[in-house]
């Protein structure tokens, strides 16, 4: 059985593509382009599942098609329409040595110098000039913080930590206007 702390999740599993059973994955992490690992794992009726990959092809910069064992036909991927998609943590090591995309760091743990742990990314907003990370924090609810490589103090891809230098009021700032 896949447990939760083995896997992190790359993306989600939108409409089915064509008629010989693929589907098309929104990727927020191309580490399965890599071809470490020969399967990607599914989130179906609250388990993780493997699904063999047969075939894959990016669509778009966010984008890709991807073709499972055992799946050929549209109605037979619709079951795994809108499932969230993981990768293997143990095929992941030692594949990524550098950020890519800050769209990479959905999943990632956030830590400030001064502050700590603030929480785990669950989205990237790169559509303007500054690119926003929106932080799920048990203790701040949603934090929103920009993010620029002067603010990065280390990152660690294999562990999935992101170490921000914030700038001393900015998380304060976010917190207050979320409260008012």
Same mark, same amino acid.
């Given at each position: 059985?896949?447990?939760?702390?083995?896997?992190?999740?790359?993306?989600?599993?939108?409409?089915?593509?064509?008629?010989?059973?693929? /589907?098309?994955?929104?990727?927020?992490?191309? /580490?399965?382009? $890599?071809?470490?690992?020969?399967?990607?794992?599914?989130?179906?009726?609250?388990?993780?599942?493997?699904?063999?990959?047969?075939?894959?092809?990016?669509? $778009?910069?966010?984008? !890709?098609?991807?073709?499972?064992?055992?799946?050929?036909?549209?109605?037979?991927?619709?079951?795994?329409?809108?499932?969230?998609?993981?990768?293997?943590?143990? !095929?992941?090591?030692?594949?990524?040595?550098?950020?890519?995309?800050?769209?990479?760091?959905?999943?990632?743990?956030?830590?400030?110098?001064?502050?700590?742990? /603030?929480?785990?990314?669950?989205?990237?907003?790169?559509?303007? !000039?500054?690119?926003?990370?929106?932080? $799920?924090?048990?203790?701040?609810?949603?934090? /929103?913080?920009?993010?620029?490589?002067?603010?990065?103090?280390?990152?660690?891809?294999?562990?999935?930590?992101?170490?921000?230098?914030?700038?001393?009021?900015?998380?304060?700032?976010?917190?207050?206007?979320?409260?008012?």
């Amino acid at each position: 059985m896949i447990r939760p702390d083995e896997v992190f999740s790359i993306g989600w599993l939108g409409a089915a593509h064509g008629l010989r059973g693929e /589907i098309s994955l929104r990727y927020t992490d191309d /580490i399965f382009t $890599s071809e470490a690992c020969d399967y990607l794992v599914c989130k179906i009726d609250g388990l993780l599942v493997p699904f063999f990959v047969e075939d894959w092809r990016i669509r $778009s910069s966010e984008t !890709a098609i991807i073709k499972f064992e055992g799946y050929d036909d549209a109605n037979a991927v619709q079951i795994l329409q809108n499932t969230e998609v993981f990768y293997p943590k143990t !095929a992941a090591e030692g594949q990524q040595s550098e950020l890519t995309s800050w769209k990479m760091l959905t999943g990632f743990t956030v830590n400030d110098e001064q502050a700590g742990e /603030i929480g785990t990314v669950t989205a990237v907003d790169d559509s303007s !000039a500054n690119t926003l990370l929106y932080i $799920s924090s048990a203790d701040r609810g949603e934090v /929103i913080l920009p993010v620029h490589p002067d603010l990065v103090s280390s990152l660690d891809i294999n562990k999935r930590i992101l170490q921000l230098r914030l700038p001393e009021g900015l998380l304060e700032l976010n917190i207050s206007s979320i409260e008012n």
